[in-house]
């Protein structure tokens, strides 16, 4: 089982990937950030109905795939058989939506880190969580840190996995606030925070790290210089970027 390491986190994280340069959370996408010169990417996780972890961001495969319906309603086999990079190429591919699996392999040989977002299958939280956590666990090459906007799915993966880094994600203030988030991160030992760019401001900023929690932003689009420039002189510890080509020389 992986063992805690001193925490370091790079200012870039490529989101889903590089997902404004290649079909995101595709092996594609994965390859083209640590090619570039990324040395973590983020991606996003949940199982299908034979409960194999596979890379998909949204509820549904509408969006990313010629598919259609919630992943937990296929097995893999035909999710695989899925065009995973029609929707960003706008013509057919031989792209297909890759497992956890093919992820870690592909990162494992090529030095690059992982974060990975807990997606939350409804009422499959737990079993989402418990398959990621069996392929993960015992993997020490590479650093992952584990993500979630899901307060079930964050909470298991501490009980499962307590050696492993975590982060609670928020987005906005509708269920939870900033007090929330500390107080759930410093009670489970999360030592990461995910806030959405809108919520950013150097109270914030500062509330959170009086309590030595690590901050990283994203940001529907794609976040420039001088945002990230302004973000990261608050404090912020990293960015999650779309397309890091403008960034990779200046941080």
Request: aromatic share 10%.
């Amino acid at each position: 089982m992986r063992q805690k390491k001193t925490l370091k986190l790079p200012k870039l994280i490529g989101h889903r990937g590089v997902k404004d340069l290649c079909p995101e959370n595709t092996i594609e996408s994965i390859s083209k950030a640590l090619e570039i010169g990324l040395t973590y990417v983020e991606i996003d996780v949940k199982i299908s109905k034979d409960e194999i972890p596979f890379l998909l961001h949204d509820d549904t495969l509408d969006r990313t795939t010629n598919g259609t319906g919630f992943g937990i309603d296929h097995n893999y086999a035909d999710i695989k058989k899925l065009d995973a990079g029609k929707f960003f190429y706008k013509k057919n591919t031989n792209i297909f939506v890759p497992k956890l699996e093919d992820i870690l392999s592909l990162c494992t040989d090529n030095n690059g880190n992982l974060n990975i977002e807990l997606k939350p299958n409804k009422n499959f939280e737990k079993e989402n969580t418990f398959q990621i956590y069996k392929l993960t666990k015992n993997i020490n090459q590479i650093d992952i840190f584990f993500s979630s906007f899901d307060i079930i799915s964050i909470l298991e993966i501490s009980k499962l996995y307590p050696q492993s880094t975590r982060s609670f994600l928020l987005d906005n203030f509708k269920e939870h606030n900033i007090d929330d988030l500390i107080n759930l991160s410093i009670n489970n030992d999360l030592k990461i925070c995910g806030l959405n760019i809108d919520l950013v401001t150097a109270d914030i900023i500062k509330k959170i790290k009086r309590s030595n929690i690590f901050i990283t932003v994203y940001s529907d689009k794609n976040i420039n210089f001088s945002s990230a420039n302004d973000i990261f002189s608050l404090g912020v510890d990293s960015i999650f970027v779309d397309n890091p080509k403008d960034l990779l020389e200046k941080f």
